[in-house]
């Protein structure tokens, strides 16, 4: 099992480390093998496996169990045209190793660098993952001490990095390019469902009665009814949504109705869908609240594109050479690597420290520091 101690949780920062257990028979691989050249830098396989088994821990714990396969059956299967699930996600993984590499060759540039308290904690955190494992455990991963290290000082500078390379775009966004309207709608199922859960999908018949009744709605509420007093006459719940003319829920062609309609209180004709049909009330043409978050995500979107167009811009300007035979070393079937999901701690609030010599152990270890590596690592 592997396992990382409780100092790992203040490394959030840096990609928190992830507590795994591994399986298969550890087979030794050269880490000081170069599997990627970023300009002059070498990317060593002893970094590109430990970054590589962070991932395939957490994709093998929670998408395998998530899609109700085996990891096995997860790595094999087909992704991407004639690609593996395994094939597609190395390449991603590479990329993103890449794009960390990449990101510390620039961080002189916006003056990010390791503080002397950081460099402590990822020396810390180092040591504690080196003592807790066994050896065999950290041959399979590449968890030796430099290797560990590098990762965590990627991370760390790459998020450091993140906010400096977002900074100076334009936070101004109108009212009018923000524009949120709201409506109430109420939807009519074409399948029914029992006290069991069971769905049945209406017959032709059952479709047109729906469908009377629908209209039935629609001409109430148009005729001035309220439209909760309405949707309690015809059986169905009335639900509230904010949208613009872009948007795609609760249904492309419910919005597309009611952001033709010109007026507050308006009403859509019932609209049909190949799953049922709705009826919606235009509420607002400004739902301030909504306007405000659509702001904030447009600010954010445009922050996003200016940290892909330098990183875009940087790799243009950077000659990256992959081995291919070396990457191909690392090999997600043939070994599995999870995360330990128990969260059970001592009096004293640290993990328990539990042997595991088998690799199949999942006594407890710090919950804590099983969160932060998830999204970094997957993408």
């Known amino acids: 099992m592997v396992r990382f101690g409780k100092k790992a949780a203040v490394l959030a ?45 957490q994709y093998e714990t929670y998408y395998a169990g998530f899609m109700g396969i085996t990891a ?18 190395k390449e991603a993984l590479l990329v993103s190793l890449e794009d960390l590499y990449l990101i510390s060759q620039h961080a002189g540039e916006y003056e990010v660098s390791l503080s002397e308290d950081e460099h402590k904690a990822i020396e810390e955190a180092v040591k504690k993952f080196d003592e807790a494992n066994t050896d065999e455990a950290k041959e399979i991963v590449s968890g030796y001490r430099k290797d560990v290290q590098k990762y965590l000082e990627l991370v760390t500078v790459s998020q450091k990095m993140a906010d400096k390379m977002k900074e100076g775009v334009n936070e101004e966004v109108s009212d009018e390019e923000a524009a949120q309207k709201a409506m109430q709608y109420v939807y009519f199922s074409y399948t029914s469902t029992d006290d069991e859960g069971n769905s ?61 309609l010109a007026n507050e209180g308006d009403v859509t004709d019932v609209t049909e869908t190949e799953k049922g049909l709705y009826v919606a009330k235009l509420t607002s043409l400004l739902d301030r609240e909504a306007t405000d978050a659509e702001k904030q995500n447009i600010i954010e979107e445009r922050k996003q594109e200016q940290y892909d167009s330098l990183l875009e811009q ?66």
Not at 32 to 39: F, K, M, N, P, R
């Open 200 to 260: 049945t999908d209406l017959s032709d018949e059952e479709k047109e009665s729906l469908k009377g009744t629908a209209q039935t709605f629609c001409d109430a509420v148009k005729a001035g009814t309220d439209i909760e007093t309405a949707a309690v006459d015809a059986g169905v719940e009335v639900q509230t949504a904010t949208f613009d003319a872009e948007s795609a829920t609760p249904d492309a062609a419910l919005v597309a109705a009611a952001d033709a």
């Open 72 to 89: 096995k059956e997860m790595w094999t299967q087909e992704a991407d045209g004639d690609k593996t699930y395994e094939e597609t996600t």
């Open 13 to 57: 920062a840096a990609g928190a480390l992830t507590a795994l257990s591994v399986t298969g028979c550890s087979g030794s691989i050269n880490t000081d093998a170069v599997v990627v050249t970023v300009g002059d830098e070498e990317i060593t396989l002893g970094v590109a496996n430990f970054y590589a088994r962070m991932t395939q821990g």
């Open 314 to 379: 940087w790799r243009e300007d950077t000659e990256i050479k992959v081995d291919e035979k070396v990457w191909k070393k690392v090999d997600f079937i043939d070994y599995g690597v999870t995360v330990i999901t128990s969260e059970e701690e001592s009096a004293d609030g640290t993990a328990d420290e539990g042997a595991a010599d088998d690799g199949t152990d999942e006594s407890a270890s710090d919950g804590e520091t099983s969160d932060g590596a998830s999204d970094e690592t997957a993408e």
